[in-house]
Every structure is written in structure tokens, then in C-alpha cells.
């Protein structure tokens, strides 16, 4: 299939220059899938960001937040990415994915940085709501093009990589928070955005190569141009109950680490560690997740994305389990590498399924799809950890609700592939 694209993208636009890569991989893809790969790692950049500052916005800008309130802002940016990832996954098979790509990353960086300057919790959350959807079109779009630009037994691979990049930028948002807000206050972790305004999107402008959709070749018959790449060919036979598992799965899976990502700082603060702690937990959970991703790469290459993404989900569920017993320092630094692991590892492992399962035609629709109902899950997360609090249900509700998520997306993911391998079992047969 990966062919099919290729050979099609040059009667549409200007393909990236051959050569000068490794196993056959051209030199500006590679530079094209560096350049996705960094503006993915300001989505999980702004996962942890808000997680960082969130004690500061509660006491020292004097703007009345209580924790529930706080999960009510944290939550703005999410429902941004959950409409930006809906819109900007069909808009990137429509319209071309580098158009989508750089117009959403300008759309996040310019909105991100202006929540430095937010005078108010109200105007706070409007611009984290219309930075989120710039930042949650990027995923889905930048995922799609790297399908495109990489060989189809690397597409796996490569998309489980590409998002090293969101524990990659947590980790990043967590290390600079720890010497940054004591000294310059929180508006500056925001600031940070003007990186991907003056670096990032200028690199994406010289080599993001345009794709546009391929059409409806190989689509059904009787299909039209618009079925061919719009939701209704999600939702309808062979792929609507595919469609449907893999998106409820997202929203769990999102559930769990976007409430971690969110909430973990302040629980621990609430646990009783300082500021410096928290965010080294924080930081732990973050590493995990890189980890994950090498780790999930290579187990989802051997063993099928689908299947490791059950065992990543299992361990992410156990491991929280075991945070709620109080077990010690060194213990609960390896319980959150785990959980990172487990939640970001099968996140990974869904968008390679999904980037796998679909036909080029409708892979930035059904990535988009997948990450914009997803997105519920990350919306709710933040407002869920904070009600869990407000109602005086304590640090360790928090841990088993995100658990609960984990061991969801578990078999969610083991109904997605029974019914997988019932598909090709009846794809065979047929034959």
C-alpha cells in the first residue's frame, strides 16, 4: 500500500529527494519524520506543563481556583485537541498534510504563548482551549504523513517512535519546571512555545513534503469520492466496529495518562513531597514512557501491535495498583516508570494498529477519528482527578480510577484484535 502512496504523491506535488539515506529510506523523508517527530514532542510538552504550574495557579495568582475549578481549566485544552484532532485528521486527507500540519502548529504556538499574558483564569482556559486545537490536529496529521514517507515494515516501528516525542517533551516540561517557576514565576514555562513559532514550523516549511489524498482508488465500488475519505467509511462496513473499539480503547488509554500527566505533581504534593519531588516523580513517569516507546517499538514489530498493547495496558493497570498500597520511595519511582510504560507504550501501539489497519485514503481520517474521540478521555481525566479530591476521596481515588482506565483499555484492545483475526479468517476463506 505504502508503494501505491509514493508513487502517487509526485503527479500531485513535489516528492522528497531520494537518496542519501539508509535501507532505502530517503534522506528528506528522514528529515521530514524529525521534524513531526518534534513538533509531537510539544504535545506531550503541554501534557506535563499545565501538571507543573497548576499549584501555582492555584495559590499565587490569586484568580479564586479550588482543585475541582483547576480540573475544569485543565480540561479546556483538551477539549481543543479532541475538536482539532476530529477536524484536522479529515481536513489532512482533504487538504494535504503539510497545509494541516505547520497550520495547527502555528495555531498552538501562537496561543500557547499568549496564555504568558492571561490576566484571568477565564481567559487562561480560552486560550489553552484554542491552543489544544492547533496541538491536537498536529498528532493525527503528522502521523499520517510519516506513514506515507516511511517503508511499510518500518510503518509500525516508526510510529511507535514518533511518539517518544510527547514523554520526551513531559520530561522536558518537568526538568525546566523544577529551577524555572521558583525563580521567573509560571508564566514562563508558556513562553517555551516560541521554540516551535521561530524554529520548529520554519523547519517543517523547508521539508514537510505536501501530500494530498490519494482519492478513492481501491475504495469500494459504488463508493463516491467524498465516502472515500470521510467518517462515513469508518463507521460502516468492514471497518465500523474496528473503528468504534479502537476509539473507546484511545479514550480510556487517554483517560489514564492524560490524568497522570495532569494530576500526578499535585497528588504528590498532596502526598506530602515538595514541589522538587513531585516533579521528579513527574519526570519518572515521563522517562517511563520513552522508555515505552523503544520498548513497545520493538515488541510491537515482534509480537503485533494489538497484542503488545494488551500487556503494556495490564502492566500500567497493575502498577497503579500498587501505588495505592504506600510502598516505599524506591517502589513507587518504579511503579510510575511502569505506568509510563504501560499507558503511553499502548497509546503507541494503538495509533501504529490504526495507522496499519486503514488504507492510505482514510488513515489521517481514522487517526483522527481514533485521537478526537480519544480526546473525551483526556477531557475528563482532569475534571474526574479533581472531583475525586473536592469530594474527599484522597490521593489513592485518583490512582484507582486510572488503574480501572488501564485494565479497561486492556480488553477493549483484546476485543479489537478477536475481531481483527475474525476479519482476516473471513478475508482468507474467501479467497
Not at 465500488?221 to 469508518?234: E, H, I, N, P, R
Not at 479502537?246 to 489514564?256: D, R
Not at 481514533?370 to 489513592?396: D, K, M, T
Amino acid at each position: 500500500m505504502n508503494h501505491t502512496t509514493s508513487a502517487a504523491a509526485p503527479q500531485r506535488t513535489a516528492a522528497p529527494a531520494t537518496g542519501g539515506g539508509f535501507s532505502g529510506f530517503p534522506r528528506r523523508s528522514m528529515l521530514a519524520v524529525l521534524v513531526c517527530w518534534l513538533l509531537v514532542v510539544f504535545d506531550g510538552y503541554d501534557l506535563i506543563v499545565y501538571g507543573t504550574v497548576q499549584g501555582s495557579l492555584i495559590n499565587n495568582t490569586g484568580w479564586g481556583l479550588t482543585k475541582a475549578t483547576a480540573g475544569t481549566i485543565g480540561s479546556m485544552a483538551f477539549v481543543g485537541m479532541m475538536i482539532g484532532a476530529v477536524f484536522a485528521g479529515r481536513m489532512s486527507d482533504t487538504w494535504g498534510r503539510r497545509r494541516t500540519i505547520i497550520g495547527c502548529a502555528i495555531v498552538f504556538s501562537v496561543f500557547t504563548i499568549f496564555c504568558a499574558f492571561a490576566p484571568n483564569a477565564p481567559v487562561f482556559g480560552g486560550l489553552r482551549l484554542l491552543a489544544g486545537i492547533g496541538l491536537g490536529g498536529l498528532v493525527p496529521s503528522a502521523n499520517a504523513l510519516v506513514a506515507e514517507l516511511v517503508p511499510e515494515k518500518w510503518r509500525s516501528t516508526i510510529a511507535t517512535l514518533m511518539m517518544s516525542g510527547v514523554p520526551i517533551g513531559g520530561s522536558i516540561a518537568a526538568l525546566v519546571g523544577i529551577p524555572l517557576i521558583p525563580a521567573f514565576g509560571w508564566p514562563v514555562m508558556f513562553l517555551v512555545a516560541v521554540v516551535a513559532l521561530l524554529v520548529v514550523i520554519p523547519l517543517g516549511i523547508r521539508y514537510l513534503p505536501e501530500t494530498l489524498a490519494p482519492g478513492p482508488k481501491g475504495a469500494a465500488q459504488g463508493s463516491t469520492a467524498k465516502d472515500a475519505v470521510g467518517f462515513g467509511s469508518l463507521l460502516r462496513a468492514p471497518y465500523l466496529g474496528t473503528s468504534l473499539l479502537f476509539a473507546i480503547g484511545t479514550l480510556v488509554t487517554l483517560f489514564a495518562w492524560y490524568g497522570l500527566g495532569t494530576w500526578l505533581p499535585n497528588l504528590m504534593q498532596l502526598a506530602g513531597y515538595n514541589l522538587g519531588s513531585a516533579l521528579t516523580f513527574a519526570l519518572a513517569l515521563n522517562l517511563g514512557a520513552v522508555a515505552g516507546s523503544v520498548l513497545t517499538a520493538w515488541a510491537g514489530t515482534r509480537f503485533g501491535p494489538v497484542p503488545t498493547a494488551i500487556a503494556a495496558a495490564a502492566v500500567a493497570a497493575a502498577a497503579l495498583v500498587v501505588l495505592v498500597t504506600g510502598p516505599p520511595v524506591a517502589v513507587v519511582y518504579l511503579m510510575l516508570v511502569l505506568a509510563g510504560v504501560g499507558t503511553h507504550g499502548t497509546q503507541c501501539l494503538i495509533i501504529a494498529a490504526v495507522a496499519s489497519h486503514y488504507p492510505a485514503h482514510l488513515r489521517g481520517t481514522a487517526l483522527g477519528w481514533a485521537l478526537g474521540v480519544g480526546r473525551i478521555g483526556a477531557v475528563a481525566a482532569p475534571q474526574a482527578g479533581g472531583l475525586l479530591l473536592a469530594a474527599g476521596l484522597g490521593v489513592n481515588s485518583n490512582f484507582l480510577a486510572f488503574a480501572g482506565a488501564a485494565a479497561a483499555a486492556a480488553v477493549l484492545l483484546a476485543a479489537v484484535g478477536t475481531k481483527i483475526k475474525k476479519s482476516t479468517a473471513v478475508g482468507v476463506s474467501n479467497v
